[in-house]
């Protein structure tokens, strides 16, 4: 991944999809990062995080893909859970697979792990078979993005490429704000994640700034 991550920390890549035209994107890069496991209250999911102080040979990213649902479903979130709820009940937690053999069908083992150039982060991971859990419509957007990746990081699409699930990302919460983010609420300000407005460092950063500066004008 270095030729990305030497130029841009953390890049946020956006595909269309070939085949269901579903807007799939790279999210939450780390280089030299770990995959880690994020605890909710009766499942996990995967999220990953870079250390300032320590370094491991690997570059870990997610790919989502966004989902809006149509008539007469309006379940999200209970949507979202179930297919975390899925991995964790066929991986008795988190699963990790090797690309190559999702591409061959077949689950991956922890000899076939071991057998590959890229050393997982999380060892706890169950080696399995994300097929069996995650619906068709992802496994074929994330393959191809990577793909597609890969003409920009040449190796990215490779056998060794570990694949862990699932990351899911509940983003329908949103609180009513103005362009200031003043909620309904006069001189109620809200930012960053929890408003439902921002799904990143970078982004609930800025809208701090955004609410601070309205802050101020009001209070000068
Ligand atoms: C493991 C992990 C890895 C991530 N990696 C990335 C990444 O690589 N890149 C990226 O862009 N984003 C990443 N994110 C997302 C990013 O962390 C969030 O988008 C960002 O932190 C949101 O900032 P925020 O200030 O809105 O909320 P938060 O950072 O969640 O801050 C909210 C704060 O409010 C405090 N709080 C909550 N309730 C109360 C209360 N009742 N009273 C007082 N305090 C309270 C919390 O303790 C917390 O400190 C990651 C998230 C996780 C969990």
């Known amino acids: 991944m270095r030729p990305l991550t030497d130029v ?4 946020k890549l956006l595909f269309y999809s070939k085949r269901f035209d579903d807007l799939v994107r790279t ?3 780390n280089p030299y990062g770990v995959v880690v496991k994020e605890k909710h209250k009766d499942f ?3 999220n990953g995080h870079s250390f300032s102080t320590k370094k491991s040979n690997n570059t870990n990213f997610a790919i989502l893909a966004s989902t809006t649902f149509t008539e007469p479903f309006h379940e999200p979130i209970a949507y979202g859970r179930y297919i975390a709820k899925l991995v964790n009940l066929l991986g008795e937690g988190i699963i990790v697979q090797r690309l190559g053999d999702l591409l061959q069908g077949r689950r991956s083992t922890a000899e076939r792990i071991k057998k590959g150039s890229v050393k997982p982060t999380l060892t706890d991971a169950t080696a399995g078979d994300l097929s069996f859990a995650i619906p068709f419509r992802y496994i074929s957007d994330i393959l191809e993005m990577l ?6 990081v040449p190796g990215v699409y490779s056998t060794s490429t570990l694949l862990y699930g699932a990351e899911v990302k509940f983003y329908s919460m949103r609180l009513k704000l103005t362009n200031n983010l003043e909620t309904e ?3 109620l300000f809200a930012a960053g994640d929890g408003a439902g407005i921002t799904r990143g460092i970078i982004h609930a950063a800025v809208s701090g700034v955004v609410a601070a500066r309205e802050i101020l004008k009001r209070m000068s």
């Open 8 to 11: 841009m920390h953390e890049a």
């Open 27 to 29: 999210f939450c890069m």
């Open 44 to 46: 996990c999911t995967v």
């Open 147 to 152: 793909e597609a990746l890969d003409k920009i």
């Open 185 to 187: 609420v006069k001189n």
